[in-house]
């Protein structure tokens, strides 16, 4: 793997009011690289996603994405970066050949680039039956590998996953996974949040967030290693507990 950074963050933070959704994150993402970005429902995964992809504008801190300065270049950003969410990122009521007909126009594709990549994706995904069938009547395996296909029309640098799996049974998730590898094994930097702990095992390396804040970064091995636990799952208990006790001594 490279050692070539492509995402880095110095404290950079996000505040509502009084309260901070972010609070002074600092990481590193290297290229090729399956960074996963874990935390319960509410931890500010979400809002860390959407400044590092230019949607929110930081309180606080510093942070470049592609090597571009996330509050002056967030155009030149956008432009390097691929993005996915939950909600798979299609139009259920059109076809996936319109879906990606679409997209590939916003990223001001070619027609011709347009054409070649529709052929291309609708084959390598087996959708050649269903291309003129609405995204909303495809299973959900395909539907997620096409939202994926989708993001990375335009050959992005970095691809932001916004917990893409929600909601998914495990084999499909799985599934959804090896597409993940094949990108990575490609070159393509994968940031990728979810609350789902075992796909902590997944990751390259992974950083926990509690409360706003990195509770924890490092390997997946190397976590439970230092924490003396079997799984991902234990790790995080033990983080929310540390953080319950620590909050709990602190507001006496």
């Not at 990481?27 to 860390?48: D, P, Q, R, S």
């Not at 995904?125 to 495809?138: E, K, Y």
Request: hydrophobic share 40%.
């Amino acid at each position: 793997m490279s050692r070539e950074i492509v995402i880095k963050t110095d404290a950079l933070t996000k505040k509502f009011g009084d309260f901070a959704a972010v609070d002074e994150i600092s990481f590193e993402v290297t290229k090729g690289e399956i960074f996963g970005f874990l935390g319960a429902n509410g931890a500010g995964k979400t809002t860390a996603i959407k400044m590092l992809i230019g949607l929110s504008r930081p309180t606080s801190g510093e942070a470049t994405v592609a090597g571009y300065d996330l509050y002056k270049e967030t155009e030149r950003i956008k432009k390097r970066i691929g993005y996915m969410s939950q909600k798979f990122s299609l139009y259920n009521d059109l076809t996936p050949q319109e879906n990606i007909k679409f997209f590939g126009g916003i990223y001001s594709l070619s027609r011709k680039s347009i054409k070649e990549k529709t052929q291309e994706i609708l084959e390598k995904l087996d959708l050649v039956d269903v291309a003129n069938t609405p995204v909303s009547t495809i299973p959900l395996g395909w539907k997620q590998r096409l939202a994926f296909a989708v993001a990375t029309l335009h050959d992005p640098e970095i691809v932001f996953l916004d917990e893409p799996t929600g909601g998914v049974d495990p084999m499909v998730r799985r599934q959804f996974w090896e597409t993940i590898y094949e990108a990575s094994d490609n070159g393509k930097t994968i940031f990728v949040t979810t609350h789902y702990m075992d796909e902590a095992e997944y990751c390259h390396r992974i950083s926990i967030m509690v409360a706003g804040k990195i509770a924890a970064l490092d390997t997946p091995d190397s976590l439970k290693k230092q924490f003396e636990v079997e799984s991902m799952d234990e790790v995080f208990v033990k983080l929310v507990r540390r953080n319950e006790n620590t909050t709990s001594k602190i507001s006496k």
